[in-house]
Nanobody, 124 residues
Framework: HVQLVESGGDSVQEGGSLKLSCETSGYTSRAKCMAWFRQVPGKGREVIATWYSGGPITYYIDSVKGRFTMSRDNAKNAVYLEMTSLQTDDTAAYYC??????????????????WGQGTQVTVS
């Protein structure tokens, strides 16, 4: 049974920082594709950053480049999203996701099999 559990969401003032964590269990595929998405009410999930086995970390939203950093800890089977200089437009529910091969582009919602429950980030 695969579980992804996010944590670290909070309410912060504009300009603040947060670090989100996504801890996984049961996600034992040797080939992994993991991502961070975010979603605001009434809109679809938007991919923020992705990583896949043997590949680079890729960022997809121009407004977060240079402010958000995705990282991983293989020993802990976890991925992280460090967010700095937070803006009100960053307010959203943030989700981590995992895919198993074959995962297509490793960047679309449909590529991912496993999802966390989400953690809310509110910037005011």
């Amino acid at each position: 049974h695969v579980q992804l559990v996010e944590s670290g969401g909070d309410s912060v003032q504009e300009g603040g920082s947060l670090k989100l964590s996504c801890e996984t269990s049961g996600y034992t595929s040797r080939a992994k594709c993991m991502a961070w998405f975010r979603q605001v009410p009434g809109k679809g999930r938007e991919v923020i950053a992705t990583w896949y086995s043997g590949g680079p970390i890729t960022y997809y939203i121009d407004s977060v480049k240079g402010r958000f950093t995705m990282s991983r800890d293989n020993a802990k089977n976890a991925v992280y999203l460090e967010m700095t200089s937070l803006q009100t437009d960053d307010t959203a529910a943030y989700y981590c996701a995992g895919a198993v091969p074959p995962w297509g582009a490793c960047s679309k919602v449909a590529d991912f099999t496993y999802w966390g429950q989400g953690t809310q980030v509110t910037v005011s």
